[in-house]
């Protein structure tokens, strides 16, 4: 991240050289768009490694690449209407260290330090805020966009209201996402956590509903240790700390969990608690921590996944997934868990229904009635031979009305996607911003060239 030396410390605001130098670098992009001959898919390459769970034959590697290591700029940073503008590649470690200088942060940070504000749009992002603020996208004011033809769109609630919405989740297949403006949040300098422990899940989720309701914390997620410990972990801003725990060597922030009655971190600590890993943390012995604990974390491991791709595993890969239940039906969905997975902790991130999103086709959202989701977080879960847990995970979804971010193996058929996913918003925006198909569709993409398989489906 550079941020421009003319740029005031106690305010960061955009200069005509500033706002230059962001139109040359859209420029070089909208003229290589415009330019392009080649008839392979184009994505995109940034100067941080991709937060999408590495996979042995995707074929997205061997696209043609449009380089957007350069987009990563703070442009302006406003304490007053409490917002921040960004270029894509800007990291939240970056803006979160920016922002907190000012006493602000963003209201949504996923907790890998490297995950750009980009790809968290264009991808997913949720965190221990989402109870009150859904996803990193719902607190976005305005995008810039450059499609496929070169063309630069400004988008927002009230201009080009469906490309703003549609964005989200759109796996860069709508475009390149070359600037956005979003909502910032008063920070104390540290989070006070409590944890309150539940024997049933019934009573945790009446918790959950209870603070999010009552708004008496500024941060809830939670870990199921299984059918009869689910620990709820609120954070409160507070000015002062009696000391301040560190979990970025020896210690890890996920153990700490099931054995603590409250804590105090920084507030950079606490954003960035799970960088090391949110349920388990490698390596996990002392000596091998005291050697290598300050070296692995979430990019190191991410770079060099991406780096050794030929020797992920062909078969059987080790199962990382998300997916939201409405409220309602989790009891349902985690009866299942216990007794066909059993893998242990499960992350849970409750997430309001701030918008019923354009992506999700209205016979979808016609079976939710809930105010809430549970975003269920399971990583490193192995699969034994003959059994596909990500299939298995995606069966369970249709039974209780639940969705999944795309990051991972996707193994829908392409009617049963367009049946959750809304084919007739994703093709009207599909139809401005890249008719030629230059990106791919998203059901190509995600479900089908992220696992090795080619063909594109019909636009
Ligand atoms: C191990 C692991 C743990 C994770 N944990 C969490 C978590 O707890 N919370 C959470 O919210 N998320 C989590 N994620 C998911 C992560 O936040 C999303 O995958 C996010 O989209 C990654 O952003 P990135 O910056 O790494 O972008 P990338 O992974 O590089 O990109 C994501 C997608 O967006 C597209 N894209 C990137 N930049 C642009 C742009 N400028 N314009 C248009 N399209 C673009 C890319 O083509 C790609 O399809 C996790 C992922 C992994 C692998």
């Not at 987009?71 to 939240?92: G, K, N, Q, S």
């Not at 959950?208 to 939670?222: L, P």
């Not at 709820?232 to 000391?243: D, H, K, M, N």
């Not at 809930?370 to 995606?394: C, H, I, S, T, W």
């Amino acid at each position: 991240m550079r941020i421009a030396t003319e740029l005031s410390p106690s305010r960061y605001s955009p200069t005509p050289r500033h706002e230059e130098r962001h139109k040359a670098k859209v420029d070089r992009i909208a003229r290589q768009l415009r330019q392009r001959t080649s008839t392979r898919p184009a994505s995109f390459k940034k100067k941080t490694p991709p937060h999408q769970v590495p996979k042995h034959g995707d074929l997205r590697r061997g696209d043609d690449k449009i380089d957007l290591s350069d987009l990563d700029e703070i442009l302006e940073i406003d304490p007053v209407t409490l917002t921040c503008t960004v270029e894509p590649a800007v990291t939240f470690d970056e803006v979160v260290q920016a922002t907190l200088r000012h006493g602000l942060v963003p209201i949504i940070v996923p907790e890998h330090k490297t995950i750009s504000l980009g790809g968290s749009v264009a991808g997913c992002s949720i965190e221990s805020m989402s109870f009150k603020s859904g996803g990193f996208h719902d607190t976005c004011l305005e995008y810039e966009i450059i499609t496929a033809k070169g063309d630069v769109l400004r988008c927002s609630p009230g201009e080009n209201p469906l490309v703003f919405q549609m964005i989200h989740g759109s796996f860069g297949t709508l475009g390149v996402l070359s600037k956005l403006r979003f909502r910032l949040v008063r920070a104390a300098p540290y989070v006070h956590m409590t944890y309150e422990t539940y024997d049933t899940l019934e009573a945790f989720q009446q918790a959950i509903f209870r603070h999010s309701t009552a708004q008496d914390v500024d941060y809830m997620d939670g870990q199921i240790f299984s059918a009869t410990k689910h620990v709820l972990c609120l954070g409160r801003f507070t000015e002062e700390a009696p000391y301040t725990s560190r979990y970025d060597w020896l210690k890890a922030y996920c153990e700490s969990i099931p054995v603590r009655q409250e804590d105090y971190l920084s507030t950079y600590d606490y954003l960035f608690r799970y960088d090391r890993g949110v349920t388990h943390v490698s390596p996990s012995s002392l000596v091998g921590r005291a050697l290598f604990g300050k070296l692995v974390h979430s990019d190191s491991m991410l770079r060099a996944a991406h780096r050794f791709h030929r020797f992920l595993p062909k078969q059987n890969p080790s199962v990382i997934v998300d997916v939201f239940i409405p409220f309602s039906r989790t009891a349902e969905f985690m009866d299942w868990y216990h007794q066909e997975v059993r893998h242990y902790p499960v992350w849970c991130v409750p997430y309001k229904r701030v918008h019923d999103y354009e992506w999700l086709t209205p016979q979808w959202w016609s079976g939710v009635q809930d105010p809430l989701f549970l975003d269920l977080a399971v990583y490193g879960l192995q699969q034994p031979p003959g059994r596909n847990f990500y299939k298995e995970f995606e069966d369970e979804l249709l039974r209780v009305n639940g969705t999944k971010t795309l990051i991972s193996y996707n193994y829908y058929d392409e009617q049963t996607f367009w049946s959750l996913w809304n084919r007739d918003t994703y093709q009207a925006v599909k139809r401005l911003t890249d008719p030629d198909n230059v990106f791919r569709d998203l059901y190509t993409k995600t479900c089908r060239a992220a696992l090795g398989l080619e063909g594109d489906s019909k636009n």
